[in-house]
């Protein structure tokens, strides 16, 4: 079975409240994290049919700060299906309503799994890839796998040699004090 990323897609919009700021009077980024959390959860459910988790969040960068009184619309959509995952892609905007001005605050990709009655992943519908964009948010969910699989073997505890990364410590804030 497969199925357009559009048939999943899902947005939220919320009116950001005193009590969702932080002690610098922004909206604190836990509470983004939450809403992006909550709405991938709904994206990759409504692509799955099925209850899902989060195995992981790629990357969040902050890249705007968000006012309390601005209205925050989060948008999802699933850019990649494997065999019981999805990855989903987040993105936050914020509108200051007074100027009607819409800030890119954030944008993410969780990576979802489907979890069926026996409560073990479970298969989801593939993806009908039908642009050039879709396609490209596939193969850059692909490439991204790829990267973090690469890092997580390249610094393996017993494979890391300490003497090939020396080097790189040059010119950074920190005293090396072996043993």
Do not use: W
Not at 5 to 17: D, K, W
Not at 57 to 75: A, C, Y
Not at 83 to 103: D, L
Request: hydrophobic share 35%; charged share 25%; with cysteine.
């Amino acid at each position: 079975m497969f199925k357009k990323a559009e048939h999943s897609q899902v947005t939220i919009s919320e009116l950001m409240l005193p009590s969702h700021s932080n002690f610098s009077g922004k909206i604190h980024g836990g509470y983004i994290l939450n809403l992006m959390d909550q709405i991938a959860f709904a994206c990759a459910s409504k692509h799955s049919r099925h209850y899902c988790v989060t195995a992981s969040v790629n990357k969040v960068n902050f890249l705007n700060p968000i006012e309390v009184g601005e209205i925050v619309t989060l948008k999802a959509s699933v850019n990649y299906t494997g065999r019981s995952s999805m990855v989903v892609g987040v993105r936050v905007e914020s509108e200051n309503i007074q100027r009607g001005s819409v800030k890119h605050c954030n944008s993410s990709y969780f990576t979802m799994v489907a979890i069926g009655e026996d409560r073990k992943p479970t298969k989801v519908p593939g993806l009908i890839l039908e642009d050039k964009e879709s396609i490209r948010r596939f193969v850059r969910s692909i490439k991204r796998q790829e990267q973090s699989l690469k890092r997580s073997d390249q610094f393996k505890k017993s494979e890391f040699k300490i003497e090939e990364y020396l080097h790189l410590l040059e010119n950074h804030n920190l005293k090396i004090e072996l043993d």
